[in-house]
Each structure stands twice: as C-alpha cells, then as structure tokens.
C-alpha cells in the first residue's frame, strides 16, 4: 500500500508477470525486529524456473539504510530489489521482511511469505466396496502437498457427474487440513455405482475413484 506520510512503495512482481497483489506495509517501532505476527500478504512463485521480485522504494527520504530479512536472518542485500527464485526443495521459502532505517530509527518493515506451489497428492483413497442395503457408506480422502500450501479443493462425483448431496442421508465434510469424507446412510440399490474425488490446486489437480455396488 502507498504510505504518503513516509514517501515509501512496496511492491512485487514475478520475472515474467505481475502478481496478482502488492505488498502491504506495517509499520513498526525501533525495538522491533521481523516476526512471524507481521506476515501480512502470501506470494508464490509457481515452480523452481520462476521468480519473485520484491522491491521496497524509499521515496524522496534521503540517507536511508535498506535491510532484507529472510526469517529473521539479515541478507547480504541492502539494495531496494531483492529476486527470489522458487526451489522446490524449499530453500528459498520463507518469511521476508525488508526494513528501511535512517540513523538509528527504524522508518517501516514491510513482509511477505515466498513459496512455492506445489502438485498435490492422495495420502489416503478410495477402495471398491460391495455393501448390503440399509448400512451406511462411509468414505475418507486425504489429499497434501508437501509445504502443506494451497491444499487441494476436493469435489465428489458419482457416475462421471457432480454427486448431489442435498439428501439427508448424505453428509459431506472437507476441512482446511486437506481431509473429505462422503456419507451415506440407509444404503439402497440406487446408490450403486462409481464414487470419484477429484482435489484441484493452483499446480495440478488429483483424483481417485472407487467402484460401489449395494445388494
């Protein structure tokens, strides 16, 4: 965000595009050093070819010090950019913070998250079951990502088709840690057929399929 009081921009883009947001600004006191609390707008970069440039502007403010953190650690950059470039082994994710100090005085930190998004996976599927009538199907999916970020959105679908839960005897859960269960109590023979999930992120999409057959 612009701060006229102080002259100072914040902004990022990628190598090739702009990202779909800038930087915040949080101002805070001398005595503070970058946190973990002062993380205000996530940015990713999609895969190890593609970087992050993060760029703190000074304005017209004279004899200023630039400082980039990455955890809290300093940088060897006191630069206004500084260019991140996404690894998949996550050596370059994390927490940066650049501060702007003049003398003594710590004018403004500004801070973001880098990482990358990554494919996601299926730690647990379905399974072909036959059931008899009158029981209850009970179906659990666990979907990841190995930074555990932008998790997978599961949807169900049953015969190829988006599945319909508005039954009663139907409940469906999806909760933020990436698990979804399906259930249906009093089975009949109606409920019969290929059961599917499919879990979408920013990088790929999954899916896993189960054949269900109720006598």
């Known amino acids: 965000d612009d701060q006229s009081s102080t002259g100072f921009r914040c902004s990022a883009t990628t190598l090739d595009e702009s990202v779909d947001s800038q930087l915040h600004t949080v101002v805070l006191t001398s005595e503070m ?23 703190c502007y000074s304005g017209d403010i004279d004899n200023i010090t630039i400082e980039w953190f990455k955890d809290a650690v300093l940088l060897p950059n006191s630069s206004q950019n500084l260019t991140v470039t996404g690894t998949n082994d996550g050596s370059t994710w994390g927490h940066y913070c650049c ?15 880098v ?52 039954d009663s005897r139907i409940s469906v859960i999806q909760n ?15 409920d019969s ?5 499919i879990g979408t992120n920013y990088a790929s999409s999954v899916r896993t399929m189960a054949e269900v057959l109720v006598v």
């Not at 946190?35 to 993060?54: C, F, H, M, R």
């Not at 399906?182 to 023979?189: G, P, V, Y």
């Open 115 to 166: 990482t990358v998004r990554l494919n996601g996976t299926l730690d647990l599927s379905l399974m072909n079951t036959a059931i008899t009538t009158e029981q209850s199907l009970f179906f659990i999916v666990i979907s990841s990502t190995t930074n555990n970020i932008d998790l997978p959105i599961m949807n169900w679908y049953r015969n190829g088709a988006i599945y319909n839960t508005s």
């Open 193 to 197: 057929g290929v059961y599917e999930v």
């Open 176 to 190: 933020a840690s990436g698990l979804t269960t399906l259930e249906i109590k009093n089975l009949t023979t109606e």
């Open 99 to 113: 501060r702007i100090s003049r003398n003594i005085t710590v004018l403004d930190t500004r801070c973001t998250i």
């Open 33 to 55: 050093l970058p946190a973990d609390n002062s993380i205000l707008q996530p940015l990713y970069t999609t895969s190890s070819s593609e970087s992050v440039q993060l760029s």
